[in-house]
């Protein structure tokens, strides 16, 4: 649910006297694509190929609800924090579509670091599929946690991180989902902090991690226990 996919497909059919124009379409939104997306995805690409018939096509009828629905759902950042410069209070994500036997699947998953908020987003989402026709199921998801920038802990590790590596350490707030929100969940009063090794294009299929800053984290995470 919080992965940033590589790609997508669809399987769709179209009239063989429409297929010169279909091609003319699909250069036109390949040209709309690239100008949109090229600083920040600059191997973006949109193609059709022929493939073999579907042996079943949806009817119109669902196919409009479904697709106004998807055009509906919101995606993306969709509050900054009036707090915090730059932070990102509030988003969603429309994360899976897959056609199944007898029904199309979406999963979507929303977060804030403010409860209510995230709350509402979700009901957006659970509306927008509602009124094209959809059957919404809402899970527990990962409770907000709020940052405390009076945190005991957060001062503990600040000092010990000057002391091992003579540097002031780079503390910022970032939006994500993290366990520390479950936990603070059943015990709202206990001291947490996350910290982890240095990470490069997280929740994508090129995911990886700095190895020497494991070992890193290992010797930080022993003195701040002392």
């Not at 006297?17 to 709309?32: G, L, M, P, R, S």
């Not at 694509?33 to 059709?48: D, R």
């Not at 998807?70 to 410069?85: E, N, W």
């Not at 090129?206 to 020497?212: F, H, R, T, Y």
Request: net charge negative; aromatic share 10%; with cysteine.
């Amino acid at each position: 649910h919080n992965a940033i996919p590589r790609e997508g497909f669809a399987t769709i059919a179209i009239p063989t006297a429409k297929i010169k124009e279909f091609n003319a379409f699909v250069a036109k939104f390949t040209e709309i694509l690239k100008s949109e997306w090229i600083s920040k995805e600059p191997n973006i690409n949109f193609f059709a190929e022929e493939t073999a018939a579907p042996a079943r096509v949806m009817t119109d009828e669902f196919q409009n609800r479904l697709v106004k629905s998807f055009y509906t759902v919101a995606h993306g950042v969709l509050r900054m924090s009036p707090d915090i410069k730059g932070l990102v209070q509030s988003s969603t994500n429309f994360a899976i579509v897959e056609t199944r036997e007898n029904e199309v699947y979406c999963l979507t998953s929303q977060r804030s670091s403010v409860e209510t908020e995230k709350i509402n987003v979700a009901n957006k989402v659970k509306t927008a599929f509602e009124l094209g026709g959809a059957k919404v199921e809402m899970g527990d998801g990962y409770p907000a946690w709020q940052p405390n920038v009076n945190s005991p802990i957060l001062k503990v590790a600040g000092e010990v991180y000057k002391n091992m590596y003579g540097k002031e350490a780079h503390i910022e707030i970032i939006h994500a989902g993290l366990e520390c929100g479950l936990i603070g969940e059943k015990y709202p009063h206990m001291d947490m902090l996350s910290f982890g090794p240095n990470l490069r294009d997280v929740h994508s299929p090129d995911e990886k991690v700095q190895i020497s800053s494991v070992e890193r984290c290992y010797e930080f995470l022993k003195e701040v226990l002392k």
